[in-house]
T-cell receptor, first 115, second 112 residues
Framework: GAGVSQTPSNKVTEKGKYVELRCDPI?????LYWYRQSLGQGPEFLIY????????DSGLPNDRFFAVRPEGSVSTLKIQRTERGDSAVYLC?????????????FGPGTRLLVL | QQQVKQSPQSLIVQKGGISIINCAYENTAFDYFPWYQQFPGKGPALLIA?????SEKKEGRFTISFNKSAKQFSLHIMDSQPGDSATYFC???????????FGKGTLLTVNP
């Protein structure tokens, strides 16, 4: 079946602009995660949704970052007043449940470049 | 504070050889340890995972060895193939918080 999809695949924006990154999880997966991967680094956790609610947003770096999942499926990561340091690959993952050991399936990521 | 330390940063192996990647963790609450494989331009994909109640898990050419007392775990790739060339990440999570904490990755190159 279809995996996790993310759009756009690439996004170039200017410093100070607002961007939205979209994630379509695997159908039926209740848990959804956002990670950020800087060049040469491992993914870093941003936020985790169980259903519609953000169960853990401890990884969001500051209040310029916000994410929603209004119907418990698609999620949008929103970044206000983008900075050059926000440039990274933003990865979305989903899992069937949030149980320990549940496999997190990752999408291909959105490559964000802030000029 | 880096909670999962991974080494080496890069590794070159000849075809047919054994690739070994090591990770060490600090948080004793971690109880799930997956390894992910990532090809350029793709998202990470789960390769194999282990819980701390076993010391070894094998799936095909891939084996995880786990040492709870040393807080270390490693990935062994037997009979390495050029198609295994990728970046490998170890990770860890706890039962109460399912977010994954990743190592910095190891770039594996398998020469033909």
């Amino acid at each position: 079946g279809a995996g996790v999809s993310q759009t756009p695949s690439n996004k170039v924006t200017e410093k100070g602009k607002y961007v939205e990154l979209r994630c379509d999880p695997i159908s039926g997966h209740t848990a959804l995660y956002w990670y950020r991967q800087s060049l040469g680094q491992g993914p870093e956790f941003l936020i985790y949704f169980q259903g519609t609610g953000a169960a853990d947003d401890s990884g969001l770096p500051n209040d310029r970052f916000f994410a929603v999942r209004p119907e418990g499926s698609v999620s949008t990561l929103k970044i206000q007043r983008t900075e050059r340091g926000d440039s990274a690959v933003y990865l979305c993952a989903s899992s069937l449940t949030s149980g320990l050991g549940e496999t997190q399936y990752f999408g291909p990521g959105t490559r964000l470049l802030v000029l | 504070q880096q909670q999962v330390k991974q080494s080496p940063q890069s590794l070159i192996v000849q075809k047919g050889g054994i690739s070994i990647i090591n990770c060490a963790y600090e948080n004793t609450a971690f109880d799930y340890f997956p390894w992910y494989q990532q090809f350029p331009g793709k998202g990470p994909a789960l390769l194999i995972a282990i819980r701390p109640d076993v010391s070894e898990k094998k799936e095909g050419r891939f084996t995880i060895s786990f040492n709870k007392s040393a807080k270390q775990f490693s990935l062994h790739i037997m009979d390495s193939q050029p198609g295994d060339s990728a970046t490998y990440f170890c990770a860890a999570s706890t039962g109460s918080n399912y977010k994954l904490t990743f190592g910095k990755g190891t770039l594996l190159t398998v020469n033909p």
